[in-house]
């Protein structure tokens, strides 16, 4: 089926990145909800949210379920989530009920020192293209954002880098404070680990608090992952999914 992509998502890069000074946050609060809607209206059910409990996602949750008060989920886990995270999750999933917990049973032991990309696939990767089939997902909705550190300043509102699996970032031009703004002035729960001073949360052997420019910066600290990605956001996630080499953005 041929989807229609709104017009107003179709800009050039460098218009994007200007966008994220030029509106305020009221026009990103606005424009997240017109993508949330447009998505939910072209794929129905099979528009789904990739929660990742983070602040972004929980922004971007909030935001789902006010457009589409039966909006779909997932979550991934793994074995190495801190404590906190998981009584979060626990809190936050008996509160959603359409949110579904993904995880890898597979003992990996202490591949996150040696080999933490191929960790991130087995407990990250794996279950979100798990999910990506059970839930025969055709738009995933992410909570990223284009000033979120160095790897993630090429995307696009809506993309398909996986062919056949539509991404939407509807929060992509939000800045980390807009996301605090959002968060406060909506009550929405955060982890608590974030009042210890975390700016970006992942796995306990993998993030730490750290300070500076990078709002990344404290994940895979010491290492050549450091500030990176798991994975989720630049593998292919179809079963026979091919990844292009750039995002493919979509309405140009
Ligand atoms: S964040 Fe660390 S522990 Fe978690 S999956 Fe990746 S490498 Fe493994």
């Not at 949210?49 to 008060?69: E, I, T």
């Not at 003992?107 to 059970?134: F, I, T, W």
């Not at 800045?175 to 974030?194: D, S």
């Amino acid at each position: 089926m041929a989807h229609r992509y709104p017009d107003f998502i179709n800009i050039s890069h460098d218009d994007l990145r200007e966008l994220v000074d030029k509106l305020h946050f009221g026009q990103k609060v606005e424009r997240a909800k017109r993508l949330l809607a447009w998505a939910f209206n072209e794929y129905g059910d099979n528009a789904v949210v990739a929660n990742s409990l983070g602040k972004d996602s929980m922004v971007v949750w909030d935001l789902a379920v006010k457009v589409n008060p039966n909006a779909k989920g997932f979550i991934v886990t793994t074995a190495y989530k801190p404590a906190e995270t998981i009584v979060f999750m626990n809190e936050i999933a008996a509160e959603y009920p359409n949110l579904s917990i993904y995880r890898s049973d597979k003992d990996v032991g202490d591949l996150y020192r040696s080999n933490p990309d191929q960790c991130c696939q087995v407990l990250k990767v794996e279950p979100v293209r798990r999910a990506v089939e059970e839930l025969d997902v055709e738009c995933w909705i992410t909570g990223l954002r284009c000033t979120e550190g160095r790897t993630r300043t090429d995307f696009r509102e809506i993309e398909e880098r996986d062919k056949g699996l539509i991404k939407l970032n509807p929060v992509l031009l939000f800045t980390e404070r807009e996301v605090w703004q959002y968060l406060a002035l909506n009550k929405v729960k955060i982890n608590p680990l974030y009042a210890l001073g975390y700016r970006s949360l992942g796995c306990a052997p993998c993030t730490a608090i750290a300070g500076g420019d990078n709002e990344r910066a404290g994940r895979w600290l010491n290492t050549s992952k450091c500030g990176g990605e798991c994975g989720i956001h630049t593998q292919p996630l179809k079963k026979l999914g091919v990844l292009s080499d750039e995002a493919t953005p979509v309405g140009h």
